[in-house]
C-alpha cells in the first residue's frame, strides 16, 4: 500500500497535467504484436486521481453507458484502497481490465469531465485499466458469492462481451448457466477482432478462467442454428430461457469490381486470421495470411476495425500501410488514441478518398485500387458532412493487399431458424429496450446483434440488463 | 475433443474416420460439411460430412491427405480425438425426385457425392453413378457406390480399372445415346466440374457442383470462402457450397485457391522433413481427453 495523499485544494489539482500513458517506443511496437500501452505505475495513478475536483453531480458517471461510479472509484485510488477500487468498480463494469483499454473514452466517460472544458479530462480510462491490472497481476481478484442453486438452466448465445457479462450475473443468481460459442475460443471480438497490442488475450482468458471457476459451462464449436436450433434449446435440451447475444460480424463489401481479386480481405477475415489463428507467428501456427511484408497495403474505413487492421498491417511488415477513408479526420469514428498511435507509427491517412475499383495483375492478384477524391458536403441524416467525388480526380495506386473494414451486418443463422422471433429490415433481432425481451417467450437478446455494431461497454450494460430481466422471468415464471 | 471411433484408410492416401460427435450426427443433412482443427496450433479446414450415425453418435469424414493439415489428421487413429469439430455447416443439398440423376464423382469428390448419391435413391430418383479416378489405386468407395447406384460407370485416366478415360467422357457419351438426365450432380476437382459444366451447358441440364473454396470460419463471418455465381458475390460456407454450375465463376475459384500456395507448400515441406512436433501436439490432445483433469475442454 501507498501512502495515502492530502486532497489538494481544487487550485492546485487543476495544475497538475494530465498524466500521460507509458507506452512502447512507436519504431519498435510498429514491428511486434505486444501490447502498445504499458499501463500507470502506482505513482502516476496516484498523481492523476489527485486531479479529480471530486464534483458533487460527477458527469463523468452520467457519460458512462453503464453508470461506473468514477468518483468513489478515483477517491479510493486516491486513498490507495486499489482492490476496494477494483470491487467498486465491478459493481457495474464486470471487465474492467478490458474497457479500461477499449472504450471510446473521448465520447463517454471523459467526455463528459468537467476538467474537459478548461483543462484536460480525468484520465479515466487509464485509472480504470490501473485497478483492474492491479487486481489481476496480484491475483486477488475476489470471485463474488453464488446465490444457492435455483435448479434452472439457462443457455447464452454467443460469448462476447453481452454473453460473458449475462453469464456472470445469472450464474451469481444461483442459475445454471452454459455458453455457446460457434467459434473454437470463448470471448467474441475481444477474442478474434481486437489485436493482441491493443488488448492482450490473456487479459480475456483470465476473465473466462474466472467465471468457469464460478461454473459457468462453455461450449465452444456449437453453432445455434446449425448444430442446435433455439426451440431444440428449449424442447431437447432442458433450457428454461436463452440470451442470444451473436453479434454483427456479418462482414460488409462495397460490391465494387475487382473486389474478388485474391489479395483484397474482409477486415473480419484478416483480422482472424491475425489474432484467433495467430497468423502473424508463423513458425508456431499453421493458419496462412496473405503476405504483407515489403508490400502494399490499404485499408479501406474509418472505424476502430480499420485501425486495428492497418496497424496489424504494418507489423506483419508491411512497406507502406494506409488508410483509405471517404470524410475527414473529424468524422472517422475510430478511438482518438488509435488515430494518434497509428499515426506515429507510420501510418499513412488518405482522408476524403474513395475507392472505385481493385485492378488485378496479369496473374490475376490485386495490384491497384482506383480512387476518386472527395470533398465534404452539406451534414447528413448522421449529423455528419457528407462526402461527394471530385469529378476527373480519379487516379490509380499501386497495392497488393486489400482490406474493406466499411462495416458489418446482422449474421441470421440464428434469426433464420427461429422464423418466429421479430427481426427488423437489416435482420438485426427486435428486443424490448428496457427488457431485452423479443417477442419469443424465453428468449432474450442483447448487444451487437440488436444494436447493430456498437461498442464493448454497449454490449456488457446489454448483458447485465438481460440478466436482470431474465432473473425476474425464472423467478416468476411471468412473461 | 471429438474421439476417433475407427479409422481406415481407403486407398494410399484416402482415410476414413468415424468420429463421435452426437449434436452433429443428429443434425447433418447430405451435401454438409463440417470445420476441424487438430490441434492448438493448428488450421481450420472445411470436411464434408459423408455418412451420420445418429444412435451411435457419430460422423464419418474421408480424408484425402494432400497437405499439411490433411496428412496430418491421416497419421490418426481410433482412440485419438480431434480438438475441433463444428458443423454441420452449409446448405443440404436439394434432393427431391427429379427423375433420373447423374450423379458425379472424382477422386475424393466420390466422398463428398456418396451421401446425395444415397438420398437421390431414397428420394425414388434413377440413379446414375460415374465414378473418376487417375488410377485403380485411387478408386475408392466401390461397394458403396455401387449399392446405390442403378448404373455404376467406373472411369480410370489410365484404363487401369474399370473403363478408360474421363467422366466427362461417359457424360457425353450417355447424353449421345439419347439418355434422358433430369439433374446432374458433379463433385471432384475443380477442371472436372467445369468440363462438366460445359458439357451439360448446351443440353441445358441443370447441373450442380459443390465448391470447395478456403474458409475459416465456416459460419459467415469472414468472407474468405466468397465465391462469384452469376456474377453475384455469395458465401460457399452459409449459401452453398452447392451451386449451379452454368453460373459459377470457376477461374476466380482456382485464383482465390491459389492465395497460400507457397506458405502451403512450406508448410508441407516441413511437416514431412519432421512431423515429430506436430504429431505430438495431436497427441498431447488425446492426453486432455484421456485425462480430463489435465485441462478443461468440452465436447
Ligand atoms: C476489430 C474491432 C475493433 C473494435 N474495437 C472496439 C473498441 O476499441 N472499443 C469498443 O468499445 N468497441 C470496439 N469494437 C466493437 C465491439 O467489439 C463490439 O461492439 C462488441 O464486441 C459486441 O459484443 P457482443 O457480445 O454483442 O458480440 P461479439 O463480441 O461480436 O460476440 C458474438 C459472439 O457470438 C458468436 N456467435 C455468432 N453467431 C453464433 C451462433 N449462431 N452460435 C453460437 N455463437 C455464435 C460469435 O462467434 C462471437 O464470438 C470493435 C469491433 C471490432 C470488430
Ligand atoms: S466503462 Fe468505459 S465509459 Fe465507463 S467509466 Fe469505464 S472507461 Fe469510462
Not at chain 1, 480504470?128 to 435448479?151: I, K, M, N, S
Not at chain 2, 435413391?121 to 478408386?139: C, D, F, P, Y
Not at chain 2, 457425353?172 to 446432374?184: A, F, K, M, P
Request: aromatic share 6%.
Amino acid at each position: 500500500m501507498t501512502t495515502m495523499v492530502d486532497k489538494l485544494p481544487p487550485k492546485e489539482r487543476t495544475k497538475i497535467p494530465r498524466q500521460t500513458m507509458p507506452e512502447q517506443d512507436a519504431c519498435e511496437r510498429a514491428h511486434n504484436f505486444r501490447e502498445v500501452n504499458l499501463g500507470l505505475d502506482e505513482a502516476i495513478a496516484q498523481r492523476e486521481s489527485q486531479r479529480c475536483l471530486t464534483c458533487a453531480d460527477p458527469k463523468c458517471t452520467h457519460g458512462c453507458p453503464v453508470g461506473v461510479q468514477i468518483r468513489e472509484v478515483v477517491d479510493l485510488v486516491r486513498e490507495g484502497e486499489y482492490l476496494s477500487a477494483a470491487a467498486k468498480l465491478r459493481e457495474d463494469n464486470v471487465l474492467p481490465a478490458v474497457t479500461g483499454r477499449v472504450c471510446p473514452q473521448e465520447n463517454q466517460c471523459e467526455g463528459a469531465c468537467v476538467l474537459a472544458r478548461r483543462f484536460n479530462s480525468l484520465a479515466i480510462g487509464y485509472i480504470e485499466r490501473f485497478v483492474a491490472d492491479y487486481e489481476r497481476e496480484t491475483g486477488q481478484v475476489g470471485l463474488p458469492e453464488r446465490a444457492p442453486a435455483t435448479g434452472k438452466k439457462v443457455a447464452i448465445v454467443g460469448s462476447g462481451p453481452a454473453g460473458l457479462s449475462c453469464a456472470g450475473d445469472l450464474a451469481l443468481k444461483g442459475h445454471g448457466v452454459t455458453v455457446f460459442e460457434a467459434l473454437h475460443e470463448i470471448g467474441g471480438v475481444l477474442i478474434y477482432g481486437i489485436p493482441e497490442f491493443r488488448l492482450p488475450k490473456e487479459i480475456v482468458r483470465q476473465e473466462v478462467d474466472n467465471m468457469r471457476a464460478m461454473g459457468i459451462d462453455f461450449q465452444t464449436n456449437v453453432v445455434i442454428g446449425k448444430t442446435v436450433t433455439i426451440d431444440e434449446l428449449f424442447e431437447e435440451e432442458g433450457y428454461d430461457a436463452v440470451f442470444i447475444a451473436t453479434g454483427a460480424g456479418l462482414p460488409k463489401f462495397m460490391n465494387i469490381p475487382g473486389e474478388e481479386l485474391p489479395g483484397v480481405y474482409s477486415a473480419n477475415e484478416f483480422l482472424t486470421r491475425v489474432n484467433l489463428m495467430k497468423a502473424y507467428d508463423r513458425d508456431q501456427y499453421d493458419s496462412p495470411i496473405y503476405e504483407c511484408r515489403d508490400r502494399n497495403v490499404a485499408i479501406i474505413g474509418g472505424g476502430n476495425t480499420a485501425m486495428d487492421s492497418v496497424r496489424s498491417a504494418l507489423r506483419l511488415g508491411a512497406k507502406n500501410a494506409y488508410i483509405i477513408y471517404r470524410r475527414s479526420e473529424e468524422e472517422m469514428p475510430a478511438r482518438g488514441e488509435e488515430v494518434h498511435h497509428a499515426k506515429d507509427e507510420g501510418v499513412q491517412f488518405m482522408n476524403l478518398h474513395n475507392p472505385l475499383e481493385f485492378i488485378g495483375n496479369e496473374e490475376g492478384n490485386l495490384s491497384g485500387v482506383k480512387l476518386i477524391k472527395m470533398e465534404l458536403g452539406e451534414a447528413d441524416e448522421s449529423g455528419r458532412r457528407k462526402p461527394i467525388p471530385i469529378e476527373g480526380s480519379e487516379f490509380v495506386m499501386p497495392i497488393d493487399v486489400a482490406v474493406v473494414a466499411i462495416g458489418t451486418g446482422a449474421n441470421p443463422l440464428v434469426q433464420s431458424t427461429t422464423p418466429d422471433m421479430a427481426t427488423n429490415k437489416w435482420g438485426y433481432i427486435v428486443a424490448d429496450d428496457e427488457t431485452l425481451r423479443t417477442n419469443k417467450r424465453g428468449v432474450f437478446a442483447g448487444g451487437d446483434i440488436v444494436s447493430g455494431a456498437a461498442t464493448v461497454i454497449l454490449a456488457m450494460g446489454a448483458g447485465r440488463t438481460a440478466a436482470r430481466s431474465m432473473h425476474a422471468f425464472l423467478e416468476t415464471g411471468q412473461w | 475433443m471429438f474421439p476417433i471411433k475407427e479409422s481406415r484408410f481407403l486407398s494410399e492416401d484416402v482415410k476414413l474416420f468415424r468420429v463421435q460427435a452426437p449434436r452433429i450426427a443428429r443434425k447433418r443433412q447430405a451435401g454438409q460439411f463440417v470445420i476441424v482443427r487438430i490441434h492448438e496450433h493448428g488450421e481450420r479446414i472445411p470436411l464434408t460430412i459423408a455418412d451420420s450415425d445418429v444412435d451411435e453418435g457419430t460422423i464419418t469424414i474421408i480424408v484425402q491427405g494432400i497437405g499439411k493439415t490433411t496428412r496430418l489428421l491421416n497419421e490418426l487413429e481410433a482412440g485419438d480425438a480431434i480438438l475441433d469439430v463444428v458443423g454441420p455447416l452449409g446448405e443440404a443439398s436439394e434432393v427431391k425426385d427429379f427423375g433420373t440423376v447423374v450423379v458425379i464423382g472424382g477422386g475424393v469428390g466420390t466422398a463428398i457425392a456418396y451421401p446425395t448419391a444415397v438420398a437421390m435413391k431414397q428420394a425414388g430418383n434413377h440413379v446414375i453413378t460415374i465414378v473418376g479416378a487417375r488410377n485403380s489405386s485411387l478408386l475408392i468407395l466401390e461397394d458403396e457406390v455401387r449399392a446405390t447406384s442403378d448404373e455404376l460407370y467406373l472411369m480410370t485416366d489410365d484404363g487401369s480399372y474399370g473403363e478408360q478415360g474421363f467422366v466427362t467422357q461417359k457424360l457425353q457419351s450417355l447424353i449421345d445415346q439419347g439418355r434422358t438426365i433430369d439433374h446432374v450432380l458433379a463433385i471432384g476437382p475443380i477442371p472436372m466440374m467445369q468440363a462438366v459444366a460445359e458439357v451439360t451447358r448446351p443440353h441445358q441440364i441443370p447441373t450442380i457442383v459443390s465448391l470447395n473454396p478456403i474458409m475459416v470460419d465456416g459460419t459467415g463471418m469472414c468472407g474468405g470462402c466468397r465465391v462469384y455465381v452469376g456474377g453475384q458475390c455469395k458465401f460457399a460456407c452459409v449459401d452453398g457450397p452447392e451451386f449451379d454450375a452454368h453460373q459459377v465463376d470457376f477461374a476466380n475459384l482456382v485464383q482465390r485457391n491459389r492465395m497460400y500456395r507457397q506458405r502451403e507448400q512450406e508448410s508441407l515441406e516441413q511437416f514431412e522433413q519432421d512431423p515429430t512436433h506436430d504429431l505430438e501436439e495431436a497427441h498431447h490432445c488425446q492426453m486432455e481427453q484421456r485425462f480430463p483433469e489435465a485441462g478443461p475442454r468440452t465436447v
